[in-house]
């Protein structure tokens, strides 16, 4: 299993263009998850889904769009990039029962 | 006011040298406890989960919960420098489960050899 993998690495972006970050999970996860990470803000929830075809909004989700047509994939969309989106992006899944969520390696994000 | 509050440090200790993280947080509906444990440039893993209160232990790792006091504290014993890392404490309510998370800032530790 590659478990959740995220794509790409690191990403440069210019103010106003858009880009989609990649998520996938192969571990049949109904649950995933999108987070940003900022220095001394820790991991602040931005949309997460429930299942294919269900999502919801998390703590800060403006700026940002997500759909999951399947299981296995989760995309993050910026329509308009700006500099306040410049941070480590990280997707997680998991399942009901589960005690955790599994982390993907992150996608760095710097929006000039 | 943040619902999860974590002292971020950082905080640098000798090895060998018993460590305690904390978290306060103001939400009492909270009932599931996690400690997760993030190297540099790396994804967060799951360290220590604890349902409601009282204390789990895994080896030199203990957690504990005070829900009365809405208190939070994670002990690492015998530290080692393969401890450097950003612990982060993250709660979920019962209805929400693990699919969300609420976090702590995180704690930067550093043992030092």
């Known amino acids: 299993n590659a478990g959740v993998t995220q794509t790409p690495k690191f990403q440069v972006l210019k103010t106003g263009q858009s880009m989609t970050l990649q998520c996938a999970q192969d571990m049949n996860h109904e649950y995933m998850s999108w987070y940003r990470q900022d220095p001394g803000m820790g991991l602040r929830l931005i949309h997460y889904s429930v299942g294919a075809g269900i999502t919801d909004q998390g703590e800060v989700p403006n700026g940002y769009n997500v759909s999951r047509s399947t299981t296995e994939d989760f995309p993050l969309r910026l329509l308009s990039a700006a500099p306040s989106q410049t941070s480590v992006y990280f997707c997680?899944?998991?399942?009901?029962?589960?005690?955790?969520?599994?982390f993907g390696p992150g996608t760095r994000l710097l929006v000039l | 006011q943040k619902e999860v509050e974590q002292d971020p440090g950082p905080l640098s200790v000798p090895e060998g040298a018993i460590v305690s993280l904390n978290c306060t947080y103001s939400?009492?509906?909270?009932?599931?406890f996690m400690w997760y444990r993030q190297y540099s440039r790396k994804g967060p893993e799951l360290l220590m989960y604890t349902y409601s209160s009282g204390n789990k232990e895994d080896g030199r790792f203990t957690a504990q919960v005070d829900k009365s006091s809405k208190y939070i504290s994670l002990f690492i014993r015998d530290s080692q420098p393969s401890d450097s890392a950003t612990y982060l404490c993250a709660m979920s309510s019962a209805i929400q489960g693990a699919q969300k998370l609420v976090f702590g800032q995180g704690t930067r530790l550093t043992i030092n050899p």
């Open positions: 997680a899944s998991s399942s009901p029962g589960l005690e955790t969520q599994y």
């Open positions: 939400n009492s509906a909270f009932q599931y």
